[in-house]
């Protein structure tokens, strides 16, 4: 509906930042459509995407155009019909030629954000990448420049007939969160758990 369309920054910012998968979309060879998840990271006007060097997703997203869709759903919408059935939902699509990241400084700042964004405060105790593992990493960088947002949102839309129906409806919320950490089995001993596993919960 393009009722729920939103082109503000803010609110498609908001809905990047919080997804943590989206898919990418390409046009293969053979002339039919490929689609991936991937991660992916924001960084000012941009979103960062990668993957191996070598795959041919990337590969064919250097020489055309991509789109790119994250979605969150927060509920389902139970409705006195079956028609109207729904989910309350935040997604956003993005299209656009990306730029193949190619300096290792770039690459490593583009997976410092992809690191951060799953665990703020990891990149400080993890190693960082070698040079051989930045090389062996492909890095596009995605403008936001054709972007835009559509967002569901509030109960069930029935006919006006059917309020009068006996049957329930209204909306069983939905939300993503962090279970409790379970260590490796070849974890050293007397590493303690990481204070930032600890008190954040990630709720989106």
């Not at 293969?28 to 992916?40: C, K, N, R, W």
């Not at 209204?170 to 070849?186: H, K, M, S, Y």
Request: aromatic share 4%; with cysteine.
């Amino acid at each position: 509906m393009p009722s729920r369309a939103s082109y503000e920054r803010a609110t498609i910012e908001s809905i990047l930042d919080a997804a943590i998968v989206s898919h990418v979309g390409t046009v293969a060879a053979a002339g039919h459509p490929a689609v991936i998840p991937t991660l992916h990271a924001r960084d000012g006007d941009s979103l960062y995407i990668h993957g191996s060097a070598a795959s041919p997703t990337l590969r064919r997203a250097r020489e055309a155009e991509v789109c790119l869709s994250a979605t969150l759903v927060d509920g389902l919408v139970l409705a006195r019909s079956a028609v109207h059935h729904s989910v309350n939902y935040r997604s956003v699509v993005v299209y656009g030629r990306p730029d193949a990241v190619e300096g290792a400084s770039e690459k490593e700042h583009a997976l410092r954000l992809f690191t951060e964004k799953i665990v703020p405060g990891r990149w400080d105790d993890v190693r960082p990448p070698t040079a051989q593992e930045l090389k062996a990493t492909g890095v596009l960088r995605l403008p936001l420049d054709e972007a835009s947002a559509k967002v569901r949102e509030g109960g069930p839309m029935d006919d006006e007939d059917d309020y009068a129906l006996p049957v329930w409806a209204g909306i069983v919320g939905l939300r993503l969160t962090r279970g409790d950490p379970q260590a490796d089995d070849r974890l050293l001993p007397g590493v303690e758990l990481p204070g930032y596993l600890e008190r954040r919960i990630r709720r989106v």
